[in-house]
């Protein structure tokens, strides 16, 4: 059911760091993001050796490390349609990890595979998966494949894989300045998204491009955007990110205060009042209303975390 006062699991950053590096998985454990996502997939080399060396330093490290900071831990294991699945799907259920990042996912038959696999692993029923929405296939099949899955707890638009898939040129930086782009290749999948992450109360991040890791202005700049749109957070890959997405992604001190008002004057209207109010001499209505509930709520989430 949609509601603003239920709010999906606090996202506003998703650090993605490769699993076969010791040093960089053991300083993303210190860092205070939200979400750390530990990497089986596209951050280690498709080698057999590879990803059984990754899946052992994920493990130890995880084991070693008394007091992890980030508020969720999760793993991206490699797409249901490789060799390398099943190992990882065991790696995370043997480690208690309870949020599964799967990617390359393009039609509910994979999300039944995958939901049938945990099952058998014997996974908890607190298992949940946040699913990596990269397909041109996957976005025209999205409603069927989350529904095929009750695990589901949120979903990833990955442009860079789905841009790729489309052909797009939009992926090259030749000619190219951060000014210039658009993004207009991306539109569909992340309305799409969106408006499937709303309709099944899932929490919804968009997957940042890579570009230059020293523009931290560019990338706030299409965090705020992504925000705008109405996504909860970004899925990133540099740890010098972390402070802006979280700042981009929680309520200014402006919006609670607006959201205080407009609680406020929505309380003191009188039995039978119109549903419309007035604050600051604009009309607002209950669109405006659910919407300072959500701030405030979400303001409230933060502080408490």
């Not at 990890?97 to 994979?110: E, H, K, N, Q, W």
Request: glycine share 8%; with cysteine.
């Amino acid at each position: 059911m949609e509601s603003s006062l239920l709010l999906p699991p606090l996202r506003r950053s998703l650090l993605a760091t490769p699993g076969h590096i010791e040093a960089k998985v053991r300083k993303a454990l210190s860092l205070l993001v939200d979400v750390l996502m530990l990497d089986l997939e596209d951050g280690v080399p498709d080698l057999d050796e590879a990803k059984a060396a990754a899946r052992q330093t994920v493990r130890a490290a995880l084991t070693e490390c008394a007091r992890p900071q980030p508020r969720e831990i999760a793993l991206r294991v490699n797409g249901p349609r490789t060799r390398w699945f099943l190992d990882d799907l065991r790696c995370a259920i043997d480690l208690g990890i309870r949020t599964i990042v799967v990617p390359m996912l393009y039609d509910a038959g994979d999300q039944l595979f995958a939901h049938r696999c945990l099952e058998t692993l014997g996974a908890p029923a607190s298992t949940g998966l946040m699913l990596l929405i990269e397909t041109p296939s996957a976005v025209l099949h999205l409603p069927a494949i989350v529904e095929a899955g009750p695990r589901t707890n949120g979903l990833i638009a990955g442009g860079l894989d789905y841009c790729a898939g489309l052909q797009s040129l939009a992926i090259l930086p030749v000619g190219e300045s951060p000014d210039e782009r658009v993004d207009e290749d991306l539109v569909y999948l992340r309305h799409r998204v969106l408006a499937c992450a709303r309709a099944y109360g899932l929490s919804a991040l968009d997957a940042m491009r890579p570009g230059l890791l020293s523009d931290l202005s560019a990338f706030r700049r299409d965090a705020r955007r992504a925000r705008w749109l109405g996504f909860d957070g970004v899925d990133f890959f540099h740890p010098g990110f972390v402070e802006t997405a979280n700042e981009v992604f929680t309520p200014s001190l402006e919006e609670q205060d607006w959201a205080r008002q407009v609680l406020e004057a929505a309380a003191a209207r009188p039995a039978g009042a119109p549903a419309s109010i007035k604050v600051d001499g604009r009309v607002l209505l209950p669109q405006h209303i659910a919407m300072a509930q959500r701030l405030q709520a979400l303001a409230l989430q933060i502080a408490g975390g």
